[in-house]
């Protein structure tokens, strides 16, 4: 028998007039549509920060490579290597590809892959090397062929005022570059035709395309494009 209250009343069961825990299907899209709006809005940063971090790698591997040329100056009588171009089509992408020579010689690590002899990929263009260029010996397929042109501006200072092919590394301002294709590799400024020298074409700021490169003009001292 249930217990006799004030005024005739009774006691409920413990359950009764209790609301039920959880969320309702409101509540729970509510709840969705908050961590989208949260996800949308930090999701850009990530992608910010990702790429920061990969251009400072970038810039950090350029300057290996750059002391890897100037060892093998040293140790090669002031001589650099030759840049090497491929017109075979399984090789094509591979233009300009980090010299040989540097990991034959253990300057930089080696692989025996083709297009990858010198183990350091570009860290926005998979299976490919960064970039090397100088004027002077090239080969063609591997074979020798007419000396490399490439492009300089005419004020080295400004990296700027228009420039012009050079083909003779004892008349040229530029010993040698080399070159990241940047975050976007197939970008216009990335394969800009005066690229990597033309300052048109260098990445400066997050979320930018262009080419990240790095420089000796022809007394060895060395530049960062930024």
Request: proline share 7%.
């Amino acid at each position: 028998m249930r217990r006799i209250l004030k005024a005739g009343t009774m006691d409920e069961p413990a359950s009764a007039g209790r609301g039920h825990c959880g969320f309702t299907l409101v509540e729970a899209l509510v709840v969705v549509a908050i961590i989208g709006v949260i996800a949308a809005l930090l999701l850009p940063s990530l992608a910010r920060g990702k790429e920061t971090a990969k251009v400072a790698r970038v810039r950090a591997e350029l300057y290996g490579i750059g002391l890897a040329l100037d060892m093998y100056a040293a140790d090669y009588e002031g001589h650099i290597p030759p840049v090497r171009v491929n017109c075979n089509t399984d090789l094509r992408s591979d233009w300009c590809e980090l010299p040989v020579e540097l990991a034959n010689q253990r300057y930089l690590p080696h692989s025996y892959q083709g297009g990858l002899e010198a183990d350091l990929e570009d860290v926005f263009n998979p299976n490919h090397t960064y970039k090397y260029a100088a004027p002077g010996p090239q080969l063609l397929n591997g074979s020798p062929t007419a000396n490399y042109a490439l492009w300089a501006p005419t004020n080295l200072a400004t990296m700027s005022g228009g420039g012009r092919y050079f083909t003779d590394p004892k008349l040229s301002p530029i010993r040698w570059v080399v070159w990241s294709l940047g975050p976007r590799p197939d970008s216009a400024k990335a394969q800009d035709t005066y690229a990597p020298l033309n300052r048109e074409s260098w990445y400066t700021h997050t979320g930018d395309t262009g080419v990240i490169a790095r420089y000796a003009d022809s007394q060895g001292t060395q530049f960062l494009t930024h």
